[in-house]
């Protein structure tokens, strides 16, 4: 009986290690990441949905005023750097790739659509519940594609990618973007 009951936990802990990943291999070779190889990064999180509105990121905040929409973009600048930055970090034996923002000598691009993006909240802080209360979230897509050929080399999904809460919009979007980092570096072992 003991055995049964240590196969059990032994499966059903191999199974919530694997569905915690929000960030998936849809299709593709990932061998290209144990090269020694530059991907740009970009990523087009201006354009994604705000959850709950209409609307797409540039328009909601740029109806509110050319301030909110100029710290809304310097805010998500921070945070796309900080995922190039994270993931070269924490790559170690995990890939030989590098990222980058702008390489002249970048043989991918790393193409990050958001497709819908939950700002979050200050709550969390406040109220302190958990560590993610209140932490922005982020749905979408990555295309690695070949600069050669233009070829796309595999895609990846990623679905509730969840970041730790702050009390400012910017803490959270680096957050939500290492939280990505990290999601992709587990998908290509």
Not at 26 to 35: A, I, L
Not at 101 to 117: F, G, P, R
Not at 140 to 157: K, Q, S, Y
Request: hydrophobic share 40%.
């Amino acid at each position: 009986m003991k055995r049964i009951v240590f196969a059990l936990v032994l499966v059903l802990g191999v199974v919530s290690l694997n569905a915690a990943n929000p960030v998936r291999l849809v299709k593709g070779d990932v061998s290209v990441f144990q090269q020694e190889v530059v991907a740009n990064v970009i990523i087009d999180d201006h354009t994604t949905k705000i959850d709950r509105t209409n609307q797409t990121a540039d328009v909601y905040y740029g109806n509110k005023s050319q301030a909110e929409y100029d710290k809304f973009v310097d805010d998500v600048d921070r945070g796309h750097a900080s995922f190039i930055t994270y993931f070269n970090e924490k790559k170690i034996s995990k890939t030989k790739l590098t990222m980058a923002s702008q390489s002249e000598y970048a043989q991918y691009t790393l193409k990050v659509d958001v497709s819908l993006m939950n700002v979050g909240n200050g709550g969390g802080v406040v109220w302190g519940f958990n560590r993610k209360s209140g932490g922005a979230l982020i749905n979408g897509t990555m295309h690695l594609i070949d600069n050669a050929t233009g070829e796309e080399v595999c895609t990846f999904e990623f679905e509730r990618v969840k970041g730790l809460m702050g009390p400012i919009f910017r803490a959270r979007v680096i957050s939500v973007y290492r939280y990505l980092a990290d999601g992709l570096l587990d998908a290509i072992q």
